[in-house]
């Protein structure tokens, strides 16, 4: 009880680009001449009981907090982009290795509830090509390179994609890396329109979610 009070005197959704860090998050690319732009939003700041049950749903199988953890992710969904006509869901993938270590992709369960809440489906086109290194000790520029060209849409799956609008669903963001990098391969693969959705958001630049 102490943890969903404290959980919801955080509950704040709003787009990353007015940020949680004071100066707001960097916008990467969203003036490309191709057309590429991103809507990246956030339920809550990366702190306090949101960010233990975070941490224990992605690293210590707390898996029992999908649901719990999906509803949340819903009623920021429904703050942000509930008048956005997305087509589809797409989790950020985990490179095969760490998924079989890990059991299951949190971003995906997170997918999933989201999807049964809203009726939209998941659709899981990306793939993480390799494992990319630790980002703690990188800044933004260094993030996005660590990223650069690593996920990637099959030629098998591009139908799922094609002409649709794909909102990229994660647990954290801190520079919105991760969420541009997936929004740039699924609109170069043929999406029309590419929004992120994050349970956190870092509270300041440089703090390393997990």
Known sequence: GDCKRAMERDFSPRFLEEGYQGGGLPVWEQ???DGFSMEKGACFPYRGPLRKAILTFKFYRGRLLERELGG?????????FLD?????????PLYQGDLRRRGYNQ????????????GIPVVEALEKERRTPKQHHLDARQRRENLRGVFRVPEGRLAAIQDRRIL????????GSTLEECGR???DAGAVRVYGLTL???????????
């Open 31 to 33: 003036d490309a001449p």
């Open 107 to 118: 971003a995906g369960l997170l997918a999933k509830e989201l999807s049964r809440r809203t």
């Open 84 to 92: 956005e006509p997305i087509d589809a869901i797409q989790p950020v």
């Open 185 to 187: 391969a699924l609109f």
């Open 168 to 175: 990229v669903v994660d647990d954290v963001t801190t520079t």
């Open 200 to 210: 956190g958001a870092a509270v300041r630049a440089g703090v390393d979610p997990d």
């Open 72 to 80: 949340l992710l819903h009623r920021g969904f429904l703050r942000l």
